[in-house]
Structure formats: C-alpha cells, structure tokens
C-alpha cells in the first residue's frame, strides 16, 4: 500500500492486493463504487482484441476475512469526489520492462516521477505511444500514393491522350499527363494527431508542456502537421475511422491501434459530490501480461510459429462434435499456440495473471477453473499418440505455490493420458535488463518450454 500523504480523498493499492481502509465511511464508498464502476467502460486496451476477458471488478470485499480486494487492474478511477489509485503490486519498471518487451522499445527514460504525480498512468500511456510512434516512423512518415493530373510541357508519367486532345483543340500546348506522387495518408496522420492532442490534454499542465514527447517524437509531429494542416486531427477525432495500411504503412498498425484506444478513452474530469457515476481510466494488467508472454514466446523459440490466440473472435477449435457432425461445442481458444511449419500444435500457453498464495478461498492457490480449463485444451488440440504439454505461466510471487510446491515437480501429468503434461512456471522480472535482451529469469523459462517441446537451444 502506497502511503496516501494525508490526502483522505485519496484511496491507493496494488492490483491484485488487498486495499486498505481507514473506517466505515471509506467502506461504504467503495461499496458504491464497486457496484458503480463498469471496467469495460474505462478500459484502455493496448493490444489489438479490445473485448476483455473474464471482466472482474474493480474491487470486491471477502467476507470471510473481512477485506477489500483489489481486480487484477490498474489506474486511477474517481467517483463521488474521492479517487480509488491502483498501481501494480510488481512496481513501475516491471511494468515498464513488460511492455518495453510487447513493443520492442524503450517506453520510460526516468524512475521516480509517476509515482510522485497525479497523472503518473496517463504518462505510462503517454511513454508507451511515443515509443510505438518512434519504432513506425523509422523508414519515414506515414506516406500513400495518388494519381495526380499534371499539365505542362514536359510529361510526367502517362500520358492522358483525351485530355491532350481537348487541350490542343482549344490552342493549348501543353501536355495532360497522369503520375503517382507520394504524400502522407491523412486518416492515418489523422489519428496521431489528435492522439497527441488527447495526450498533450491530460498532461500538458503539469510542468513544461509535452515535456514527456522524446525529440524524435516531436519531429515527427512537427512534419504530421506541416504536411496535412491544422485541421487534420479535428477530422479524426470526428470521424474516428481506421486507416488502410499498406507495405508503406504496415509499421504503423500498432500506434494506430493505441491511438484509437487512447481517443475512445479520453481523459476525464473528476465526478461531482454525489454523482453515481465512476470515471477514469484503466489499464487491464492480465492484458498486459498475457501480451508480454506471447512476445516472450515470439522471441523465444525460434522456428516455430506461435500464435497468439487468447483475444480473436473468431473460433477455430471445439472441445465436443455432435454424432451426425452438424453441430459444435465448447469453445477453445487458448492464449497461446506453439505449431511447427506443418501447423501441428507442440504446446499450449496460458497466461495467468494471478496470484497461487493460499487463501481461506483458495486453498491450493491455483484456481480450479485454470486447471479445467488446461485439461481441456490438452484434450482438443492433442493428436495422439504424439505428446503434447500445455504451460501455465504466472508472474513471480515467492510466497505463491508455483514457486513453493509446484515448478519443482513438473511436468504434470494428465491422469487419464500419459502423454499430456502440464506445467506450471513462474516469470519474475529483471527490470535494468535490456529491452531487446531476455533477461535470465526469462531465458529460463524459455529453456523449460524449448526442452518440454524437443526444441534445442
């Protein structure tokens, strides 16, 4: 628990920890506020799929203990004049190192100052964009071709035989031609102009304004707005609408991604006294980890392909078949799918953002409904007689039972079909190892899943 600073209007905790209380009336307010907050409504999602999984809520009271529980989320959400602040229970530079790894960029050039203000996660969000904008806009801006008419004396590129003819008709000399030239895509440049402007909103009052923009970033800013005007952002903002990318384009899918998430999400004033709505933006940290792992495992295992599955729509795999083969049942879609070139899977991945400790409501610390869940991916993806395993993979928690009990005994195995294994595995973070380097924490698990799956270094 963070200390307040006096602040009583201010409640702060960590994800996925308990939440402290100063008495009756701090009790009660969380109550209306957990019954108020809608997460789906505040969510800014950072990764393409935007529907959440299993939606918790933001926090819930354990009656058996007599506590208040923090959701697996983290942000700032305002409600009836008081602020609920959640931060993440593993500090800023792990977060900071797992998205660093999502994006293959450095997001955080300084320690110390989000947790000294107010705004520290719309500067998290604010790091983490610029960084997505510099990585897209490394071979230039955002450029698309048009056909452009050009008439003159020399032709440029074919030449338009009509509109030539109607021109010599009337005395004129000169030559009607069609090119291609080259300019910025304006629904693209668009959007990162009024994602810009959405941030510069949040934070461009605390301190030097956009003091959190890299040089690289302003630049690239400078020449948005130079080559598509003042009124660009205004037309995004509007219009909302996704751009189409092509080869030229491609590298800024991502920050267009975010920057539409970011102006879904625009930062909100503080609620009113009394006023039974909640207000704020969060972050979903079980989002965020299962992003890092799939990157982990991209990264990882060279070779092979994996897929990340967990958030599409879609359904490509079903637990049960009807006898006459006309119906479906039991969806399956796993976080993650390790498949060789011939698409045969190897190994299922789950990304478990969650705690093992014993609790008077756990009392073996993994989740039942985890358990189940695995089995049953082992039970529709295998292809017997060959082996299959399937890793749930959790963040370090020293007093957890992965690291206590269970990672010493893996591989699991599935009772009724020896070559199903399952395995638990824990990830702690190195926060000062290099973005682009895995960190030996990592590389160990690598190793764990390279050598369940035959694959050597």
Request: overall charge positive; hydrophobic content about 40%; some cysteine.
């Amino acid at each position: 628990m963070t200390d307040r600073g006096g602040d009583t209007s201010l409640v702060v905790a960590r994800d996925c920890s308990p939440i402290r209380i100063s008495g009756r009336e701090e009790d009660e307010w969380l109550r209306r506020l957990a019954r108020a907050a809608k997460p789906a409504e505040l969510l800014l999602h950072i990764g393409k799929g935007g529907d959440a999984k299993d939606e918790e809520p933001i926090a819930s009271f354990d009656s058996t203990s007599g506590t208040w529980w923090a959701g697996r989320y983290i942000g700032e959400v305002q409600f009836e004049g008081r602020t609920l602040r959640l931060e993440p229970r593993f500090g800023m530079p792990a977060l900071m190192r797992w998205l660093a790894t999502i994006w293959g960029v450095r997001v955080i050039d300084s320690k110390g100052r989000f947790e000294q203000q107010r705004i520290w996660l719309w500067l998290v969000i604010a790091h983490l964009w610029a960084g997505q904008l510099i990585a897209a806009a490394k071979h230039g801006l955002p450029h698309r071709r048009i056909d452009s008419v050009h008439s003159g004396r020399a032709l440029r590129g074919r030449l338009l035989t009509r509109e030539t003819a109607l021109s010599r008709a009337a005395r004129d000399d000169r030559l009607v031609s069609l090119t291609r030239i080259r300019v910025v895509d304006p629904v693209i440049g668009g959007i990162l102009l009024a994602a810009f402007e959405r941030l510069t909103a949040a934070l461009g009052a605390h301190g030097t304004a956009n003091y959190w923009l890299p040089d690289r970033a302003k630049t690239v800013i400078d020449d948005l707005r130079a080559a598509l005007g003042s009124r660009a952002s205004l037309q995004a903002k509007l219009g909302h609408a996704e751009g189409r990318y092509s080869p030229m384009t491609e590298t800024y899918r991502s920050v267009v991604d975010l920057s539409l998430s970011i102006l879904a999400r625009q930062p909100r004033v503080a609620a009113s006294a009394g006023e039974a709505k909640a207000f704020g933006v969060l972050l979903d940290m079980a989002e965020i980890w299962e992003l890092y792992i799939a990157k982990l495992l991209q990264v990882g295992v060279p070779g092979l392909h994996v897929r990340h599955t967990g958030r599409v729509s879609h359904h490509f795999r079903w637990l049960l078949y009807s006898t006459d083969g006309t119906d479906t049942f039991g969806s399956l879609r796993p976080d993650i799918l390790i498949l060789d070139h011939r698409d045969r899977c190897l190994a299922i991945a789950d990304a478990k953002y969650k705690t093992t400790r014993i609790s008077a409501d756990n009392r073996t610390g993994v989740i039942r409904d985890d358990l189940y869940q695995l089995t049953a991916y082992l039970a529709g993806f295998a292809e017997p007689p060959s082996r299959l395993d399937a890793f749930l993979i959790y963040p370090s928690d020293g007093d957890g039972q992965v690291a206590r009990h269970l990672l010493s005994r893996n591989p699991w195995k599935v009772a009724s079909a020896p070559g199903q294994n399952l395995w638990f595995l824990s990830v702690d973070c190195e926060p000062d190892a290099g973005v682009t380097d895995l960190s030996e924490a990592e590389q160990s698990t690598i190793r764990v899943i390279r050598s369940a799956i035959g694959q050597t270094a």
